[in-house]
């Protein structure tokens, strides 16, 4: 391998590690930032937010990869540009068509990476996901009571607050509770609670020695009670249409791939259409980069940042478009897998004719008389 080709090959997995490294840590900080909230209201439980971060996070390295091999290109090409070290390169006799081939073989490895990951890893993770998931949602309103913690159920209708017990044999100490109905506001306050279990199966959080005080929703009304002994019965809601729907295309996204080829329906070839796409995707984005990078360098390097995000949010729009598309059955699965990366490859062929042809010497035109 000659040093040209071994510097640019070395310089792209260096920008490449930088920029994979920064986008994995964001990525990273939002996602524990919204599951540690999730976890707090009690839609999750704190005992496996560290295990949906990790699954969550091989889900998204396939478009990660993608962009980080995108912007290391884009990035190496116009440092080059920038520092006059493309000059040096043409006068060795070198054109920007020597470039491709240290791209490909930096870019080669990332799509079989990514193709790995989104025909097996991935499919696999999201199942551990749902599993996960499940496994809470099984779980009853009164096993997600933790002492020390507001804990949501029924989507807020109702909110609890447990102290840990002064005396071992209770179950939970002093607990507030907030119950919210169409006609009524209650707060119940009460000493101690426990856990009653009926022969039908119905499962009762039994307050013990309390108040209650339920208040209209105007503030006209108010009532008080005080008890001995009052239960709660915990039930669930049915799931709503739209939960329905986020439960299937979940559903679909765990999925393996030869599963979906086997159900052969237009959701099933979308998701494949999908997985397909982002592999192609990378290698045509770093090739893009080529000739995106190949350009003035008085245009500083935000401006390289600039292409990149608004190239890579439009390829990426587009392969969301035509599967969107291919699952409604407004495109065939024939057109709609390979549609999107022709533009953009014959975008990349022209942009590369338009870098690499030689403008023909004006004419001068000759003096008469």
Sequence with gaps: MSLFKRSIIAEIIS?????????????????????LGEAASGNIGADVVLGLATFSSITALPVI?????????????????RES????????GLSLRHLISPILRCAIPVSIIIAVLTLLASPWAYRQIEEYQQRYQQRSDLAK??????????????????????????????????????????????????????????????????????????????????????????ESKGSSVEEAR???????????TLQLFADDNSKSWAHIMWRLALPIAALNLALLALPLGASNPRLGRSGDILIAGLVGMVYMNLINLSRSWISNQQLSFELGVWLVHLVFTLIMVFLMWQKL??????RLKKKTG
């Design 357 to 362: 042809r030689v403008a023909r010497p004006r």
């Design 85 to 92: 070290e493309m000059v040096v390169w043409f006068a060795s």
């Design 15 to 35: 920008h490449g590690g930088v920029v994979f490294s920064t986008l994995i840590v964001v990525w990273l900080s939002v996602l524990l930032v919204r599951l």
């Design 246 to 256: 986020r439960k299937a295309e979940k559903q679909l996204k765990a999925r393996p």
């Design 65 to 81: 990869l993608s962009v980080s091999l995108f912007i290391a290109v884009l990035t190496t090409v116009t440092r080059s540009y």
């Design 145 to 234: 009571i933790t002492t020390g913690q507001f804990i949501e159920s029924e989507r807020g209708g109702r909110v609890f607050f447990a102290e840990a017990p002064e005396d071992p044999e209770d179950e939970m100490g002093r607990v507030i509770a907030r119950v919210l109905s169409p006609e009524w506001l209650s707060i119940i306050a009460a000493e101690k609670a426990h856990i009653q279990h009926e022969e039908n199966g119905d499962k009762f959080l039994v307050l013990v020695d309390g108040h209650r005080y339920d208040i209209k929703p105007d503030g006209r009304d108010l009532r008080l009670f005080e008890f001995e002994r009052y239960g709660l019965r915990m």
